[in-house]
Structures are given as C-alpha cells and as structure tokens.
C-alpha cells in the first residue's frame, strides 16, 4: 500500500502521523483523501474501524492549511457528530493535528456550560467539533456566525437524523450555505432513501466513495446469536460468556437506561468490574465513565445506543447485545466497536421472543441470515420457529436498490422469513427488551 507521504500533505500533517505511528493510509483513506482535496463534496461509507475519521480531519487540515480563510473571524471548519462523547473523540484526534500549526479549535456540546462555551466562540475558534443541537443553539444567540464556513463535515450523519437532528443541520447549512463551501458526510451505514435526502439538500453534486456496503459482513467480528426464553435466561447466558471468554473489555448494549443500571449491578455483583453509561447521567459523570472505561479502570460497560457509534476503544474484545436495536443499522454499528483497526472481534447477541421483531428487521438490512449457537448448560425452549401470529408489522427504513440487484434472495430476506416464521411469547418471560406488542389503545 502507498505510504502516506505519496498523499500530498503538509509536512507538519505527516509527522503528526508518524507520531501516531501509521505508516499507510487504509483503504478508505487512499480513496476518500484524494477527493476530498480537490474540494468534492463527498459521501464516504465504510465499515466500522476502517479510519473514516483521518479520512476527513486530514485533507481538511490539509486545505485550511493550505487556503486563504473566507473570513478572519468565522470558523473555517465545522464538524458535527451525534453523541457527546464521539464528538469528544474527534476532538482528541483533531487536537492532535492542531498542535503542530496555528489553527485553534473548540468543542461545543450539549451538557457542558453555555456561557463558558460563548466565551470559547468569541475567541473566534477556527474548527468546531460539535453536536448539532448545541452549535444551532449558540448560532441563534447569535454567538457566532458561519457566513466563512469552509468545510462542513458531518460525521455519523444517519445517526443525526435517527436523532432528530434534521432541523439543526439545516440551520447550520442555511447559516454557511455559499458556494465555496465543501461537505463531507461519513458513516458504515449511508446507504438510506433519508440520508439521501439530506445528502441532495446539503451537498453539491456529491461524489460517492463507498468501500463495501453496511450490510457487507465484517471479516473481523466474529457473530453469534444464542436463543433465550426471558431475562433471567438472558443474565445467565451474559455471566456464562463473561466467565468462559477470553474478555479483555466488554460493551453490553441494552434497551433502556434502567437495564444499564440493573445490569451493571449484576455484572459487578458477579465479581467483574463494571460501570453504566447513559443518557440520565450528567455529563461530568458521562466523562467520568468513558474516561474510566478507556483508561481500563472498568472491564465491562453497559450502555445503550448513546455508545453504539463512532467510538473507538482498542481493548474491546467483544460486544453483547442483551437486547437487540430497535433500529436494524444500530446492529452494525453497536457491534463495530470491537474488531476495529484490523483487530478481531467476538459479538453476541441474546434473542427472546421480544427481540424477534427485531432480528427480521437486522436480517433483512444485512441481506443474510444471523448465525445461532447454543451454551449446552443453558438451553433454550424459545427457538423463533413456534408458530403465533405474527404481532405489528416491522417497517425497516427504505433501503436504496443496488444497481442491477433485481431480485430479492427470499431466504435472505427479511420480510420472507417473517412469513415463515412467528415469535412465541413464553409464560411469564420478560426479556427486558423494547415491548414488542402495540401498546393497546
Ligand atoms: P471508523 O470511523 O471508520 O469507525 P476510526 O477513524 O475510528 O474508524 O479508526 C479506527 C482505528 O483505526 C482507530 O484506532 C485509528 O487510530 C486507527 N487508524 C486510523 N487510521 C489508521 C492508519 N492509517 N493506520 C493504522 N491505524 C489507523
Ligand atoms: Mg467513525
């Protein structure tokens, strides 16, 4: 593979580089790199832990390096991703190109101060890492203005939307919307009719770099399924993996913020260390525990989908989804946070009757089914093949059609399977899960 230095780059970029010890940009980087410097505007997918962040923060320090500001006091660079604690790890890699040049930047998130981060926007920072809610806020004050902005680049961008986030990016677009402006959006997962959408009112002519598609397996993640009757089933399967894997770190991901805590209890009770990350915490101890949990101090956290993007922590070895997502892409996500930078990964999810739904909807994005196992100490009655009606329809998101890809595999497919197969709901069972039944009105 070429060494970074065939890239064109600043020097002071390259031994920023070598001082994080990359040698050769990966795939995505080769690809992404190129484009974005000569000013496309670019919507780049590829799989989880390929290194889509260098894939931005590099060609745009290498333009605001190279270019004439628009404007003195406006930032040139503007980044947003969804959850405060992404954007907080941009931020740190970011910092880390930053040192070498005269660029300054900031970070504004929700959660934190909104006088002390006015002051920070009156120094007129050049790069912004935000989230989307807080940085339109302060646009409103009128605490700063985007009429200079540069580069837009929106990192995670399906997820922002899944959040709600739509307005807000709007208001950062229509505040910078000029045509010298250059935007970039990043995910695993960008191939949805809405991320289209947002795609045609935010960007000119995009270009599309995509290595491999979000439903494309990942070679390094190893994935199993195992079949539970409830939650108390699912807890002794969690306790059997903790105890016969070789865990270093361990994200379980589950439905709701109580289930962090309950079952970082459990986990703790059973001897390991382990801590809870949720949307409930404020965001001192939001801090507190990503800090803890990447410094090692904690072997297992136990989060919900606040946790299942972007981040980047090396000693994940694997993932369990005590519930499965109820939005099918946070699956590749959530998983995506072990086996990353060439690492491998174990993932495993735990399926009740509650979490079937859910399974149709993640088969049927992945285009393939999910592999099951079985712990022989701790079988299950519950097999997803019992027939019952099936309960409210599923509606996954509006996948685009590959080209030439007319016909659909119906053992792949989702909706086929659903047909044929129907949850069962065990007597008294309740897995914890999101409640699949309709709410009876
Ligand atoms: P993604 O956003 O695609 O999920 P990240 O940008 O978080 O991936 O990168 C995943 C990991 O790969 C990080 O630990 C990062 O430091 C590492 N990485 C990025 N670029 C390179 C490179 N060129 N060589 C080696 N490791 C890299
Ligand atoms: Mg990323």
């Given at each position: 593979m070429l060494p970074f230095q065939e890239l064109a780059l600043d020097p002071r970029l390259l031994r920023s580089i070598q001082?994080?010890?990359?040698?050769?940009?990966?795939?995505?980087?080769?690809?992404?790199?190129?484009?974005v410097?000569?000013?496309?505007?670019?919507?780049?997918?590829?799989?989880?832990?390929?290194?889509?962040?260098?894939?931005?923060?590099?060609?745009m320090m290498q333009r605001l390096l190279k270019s004439r500001p628009l404007s003195a006091q406006d930032p040139r660079a503007v980044i947003l991703a969804p959850t405060r604690e992404l954007a907080s790890q941009i931020y740190a890699q970011l910092r880390l190109f930053v040192a070498n040049t005269r660029l300054t930047c900031a970070f504004i998130v929700g959660g934190e101060n909104f006088n002390d981060q006015e002051k920070l926007l009156k120094r007129q920072p050049q790069i912004i890492v935000a989230t989307p809610g807080r940085l339109a806020d302060h646009l409103e004050h009128k605490t700063f203005f985007?009429?200079?902005?540069?580069?837009?680049?929106?990192?995670?961008?399906?997820?922002?939307?899944?959040?709600?986030?739509?307005?807000?990016?709007?208001?950062?677009?229509?505040?910078?919307?000029?045509?010298?402006?250059?935007?970039?959006?990043?995910?695993?997962?960008?191939?949805?009719?809405?991320v289209n959408e947002l795609a045609l009112s935010l960007l000119k002519s995009p270009h599309r770099v995509a290595l491999g598609a979000g439903y494309d397996p990942h070679k390094d993640i190893a994935q199993t399924c195992y079949y539970a009757d409830h939650l108390t089933h699912k807890e002794a399967l969690l306790l059997h993996f903790l105890r016969n894997e070789t865990v270093r770190q361990l994200i379980i991901f589950t439905a709701t913020r109580e289930d962090t805590e309950r079952l970082a209890t459990l986990v703790q009770t059973?001897?390991?260390?382990?801590?809870?990350?949720?949307?409930?915490?404020?965001?001192?101890?939001?801090?507190a525990v990503m800090q803890a949990f990447a410094t090692n101090k904690f072997q297992v956290l136990v989060t919900t989908d606040v946790a299942s993007r972007g981040l980047?922590?090396?000693?994940?070895?694997?993932?369990?989804?005590?519930?499965?997502?109820?939005?099918?892409?946070?699956?590749?996500?959530?998983?995506g946070r072990t086996g990353r930078a060439g690492q491998?990964?174990?993932?495993?999810?735990?399926?009740?009757?509650?979490?079937?739904?859910?399974?149709?909807?993640?088969?049927?994005?992945?285009?393939?089914?999910?592999?099951?196992?079985?712990?022989?100490?701790?079988p299950a009655k519950f097999n997803g093949q019992v027939a019952a009606k099936?309960?409210?329809?599923?509606?996954?998101?509006?996948?685009n059609k590959p080209k030439g890809e007319t016909k659909v595999n119906s053992v792949t497919d989702g909706s086929a399977v659903l047909k044929k197969k129907a949850p069962k709901f065990f007597e008294g069972?309740?897995?914890?899960?999101?409640?699949?039944?309709?709410?009876?009105k």
């Open positions: 001082h994080l010890g990359f040698t050769a940009p990966t795939p995505i980087q080769a690809e992404a790199i190129p484009a410097m000569v000013g496309k505007d670019l919507i780049v997918s590829s799989k989880t832990g390929s290194g889509k962040t260098l894939a931005y923060l590099l060609p985007l009429q200079g902005l540069e580069m837009l680049i929106l990192d995670e961008a399906d997820r922002m939307l899944d959040l709600g986030f739509m307005p807000q990016l709007h208001a950062i677009h229509a505040a910078a919307s000029h045509r010298l402006r250059q935007t970039l959006m990043f995910s695993a997962t960008l191939d949805h009719a809405e059973a001897g390991f260390a382990a801590t809870g990350l949720n949307g409930k915490l404020t965001q001192a101890q939001r801090n980047d922590l090396l000693q994940v070895s694997h993932v369990i989804n005590f519930d499965l997502p109820k939005h099918p892409e946070e699956y590749v996500h959530r998983i491998q990964g174990v993932a495993i999810s735990l399926v009740g009757p509650k979490d079937w739904q859910a399974l149709q909807a993640i088969e049927q994005f992945l285009r393939r089914p999910l592999e099951f196992s079985k712990v022989e100490t701790l099936p309960k409210a329809k599923i509606q996954p998101k509006k996948a069972g309740d897995d914890g899960a999101a409640p699949m039944k309709k709410k009876q």
